[in-house]
Structures are given as C-alpha cells and as structure tokens.
C-alpha cells in the first residue's frame, strides 16, 4: 500500500510540476505595465490567445498616478483607433510564438499616449512573472522597452 501511495504521490508532483512549467511559457494572462520613463505602472493588459496561435492583448484597467490624469480616449491614435475610449482599446495585435522559447515576435504595439504603432517582441523571464515588451520601428536596436509584471488577482480601476 505504501508503494502505491508514494507512486502516486510522485505522478500528481510531476503533473502538476509539468502544468506549471507550461503556464511560465505562455504571455496570457494580465499584465500591469510599467512605463520605461516614469517607473509608474500604467494599466493592466489582458493577454489572450486565439485557435490560430496569434496573441492579443486590450487594456482592461487604468492606473492613476500621483500628479497625473489619465487620458480617456486615444486622441493621436490612427484609424480605427481614433477617439476610441482607452479602456478596452485592444493595443497588441498579431503576435506569435518565436521559434526560440519563452519569446514571441511578429506583432505590433500601438502607444494609445502618443498614437504610434510599433512593431513589437515579447521576451518572458524565466519564471514567467516578466516580460520585457520591446516596441521599435524598422530595426529592433532603435526602440523602447518595458518591463509589464504578471498580474494576479483583479484590475486597479
């Protein structure tokens, strides 16, 4: 009986090990990020996956700062995003699954503050608790990066 115990003590240890290492590749979720500037988080983005592969990601929390009004709308944004509320402005689009892991690649970012659209990647921590979101036009060495922490429990607003 005790080794029937242990045995099945060890498989449930590594299933759920296995689940877990599989959770720390994947970018759904929320993410709070983080403005490189400022230091500040700035909202919380939803990340979410379709049945092709490709990755989403809409604001879904606004996180007010000291000192500072939030602006609602996406006033220097291009069409279709042009006036649109920020709160549920789908801001990453057509991101993929890089061929090295724990990265994705492919996608674009649009900065709802500014209204420009970046080409974008998506590097995650080893833990998967970061990912560094690099935004750049043309050549990924001319560009910004932040930092957005994975985020649990339910959106500031």
Not at 3 to 30: M, P, V, W, Y
Not at 35 to 59: A, L, M
Request: with cysteine; net charge positive.
């Amino acid at each position: 009986m005790n080794i029937l115990k242990t045995s099945f003590i060890t498989c449930t240890l590594a299933l759920s090990s296995f689940a877990f290492a599989a959770d720390n590749d994947d970018i759904t979720g929320q993410w709070r990020t983080i403005d490189d500037k400022t230091g500040f988080s700035k909202g919380i983005v939803e990340i979410t996956k379709n049945s092709k592969g490709i990755y989403t990601g809409k604001i879904i929390a606004i996180i007010p700062r000291p000192g500072y009004t939030p602006k609602t709308h996406c006033q220097k944004c291009p069409s279709p995003y042009t006036n649109q509320p920020i709160l549920g402005l789908e801001v990453l689009h057509n991101m993929r699954a890089a061929k090295t892991p724990k990265e994705y690649e492919g996608g674009t970012i649009l900065d709802p503050l500014s209204g420009k659209v970046y080409k974008s990647k998506i590097k995650l921590n080893a833990t998967g608790s970061r990912l560094t979101m690099r935004g750049f036009v043309g050549f990924e060495l001319i560009g910004r990066s932040q930092t957005w922490m994975r985020h649990h429990g339910t959106p500031i607003n």
